[in-house]
T-cell receptor, first 114, second 113 residues
Framework: DTAVSQTPKYLVTQMGNDKSIKCEQN?????MYWYKQDSKKFLKIMFS???????INETVPNRFSPKSPDKAHLNLHINSLELGDSAVYFC?????????????FGQGTRLTVV | DQQVKQNSPSLSVQEGRISILNCDYT??????FLWYKKYPAEGPTFLIS?????DKNEDGRFTVFLNKSAKHLSLHIVPSQPGDSAVYFC????????????FGKGTLLTVNP
């Protein structure tokens, strides 16, 4: 039973489209995250939610909008997709927003914009 | 601006030998460090961590060493096994209530039988 699961695993779409990636965790964690791994292989944080409240919002274009309907789910909606959005997006969760707690990651969603 | 640097993109070792993966950081505010392991088409999985109040943490075959004055940490794997072949990411976080990891680019470790 997967702890952090993302759907879809692969997503190929055309420029200008709108797409969503879904994430669910069954660990009972309070905090969830979206990370982006770009072509240079860096994993960078995008957003974090704690109990459905946005607590981290890095300098991400407004076209990216996270939504957390409950603390077990964190979805990522992307409007007007651009070529540069092609990357692997990882969802993660931790027990809480504080430190000293390991993050559990999903398997990633490889987004390709053509 | 790379605050966490893993300068070796790859490392190859023989089974049974020691693997040493290195990581340097520039942000003096970092005080908690982690290593993650990643297999292809999977998400990173937590391996081991160390707080800045320590200089060593050991868990089975894995040991992390922290040299705060040099802003350097290393992961030692002894003995290395073929199943250890993966990409290893170094990550760091700074004090504060919000948990944000800053990752390095990763080092691909290949353990040859």
């Amino acid at each position: 039973d997967t702890a952090v699961s993302q759907t879809p695993k692969y997503l190929v779409t055309q420029m200008g489209n709108d797409k969503s990636i879904k994430c669910e965790q069954n660990l009972g964690h309070d905090t969830m995250y979206w990370y982006k791994q770009d072509s240079k292989k860096f994993l960078k944080i995008m957003f974090s939610y704690n109990n459905k409240e946005l607590i981290i919002n890095e300098t991400v274009p407004n076209r990216f909008s996270p939504k957390s309907p409950d603390k077990a789910h964190l979805n990522l909606h992307i409007n007007s997709l651009e070529l540069g959005d092609s990357a692997v997006y990882f969802c993660a969760s931790t027990r809480g927003p504080g430190r000293n707690t390991e993050a559990f990651f999903g398997q990633g969603t490889r987004l390709t914009v053509v | 601006d790379q605050q966490v640097k893993q300068n070796s993109p790859s490392l190859s070792v023989q089974e049974g030998r020691i693997s040493i993966l290195n990581c340097d950081y520039t942000n003096s505010m970092f005080d908690y460090f982690l290593w993650y392991k990643k297999y292809p088409a999977e998400g990173p999985t937590f391996l081991i961590s160390i707080s800045s109040i320590k200089d060593k943490n050991e868990d089975g075959r894995f040991t992390v060493f922290l040299n705060k004055s040099a802003k350097h940490l290393s992961l030692h794997i002894v003995p290395s096994q073929p199943g250890d072949s993966a990409v290893y990411f170094c990550a760091a976080s700074a004090g504060g209530s919000n948990y944000k990891l800053t990752f390095g680019k990763g080092t691909l470790l290949t353990v040859n039988p």
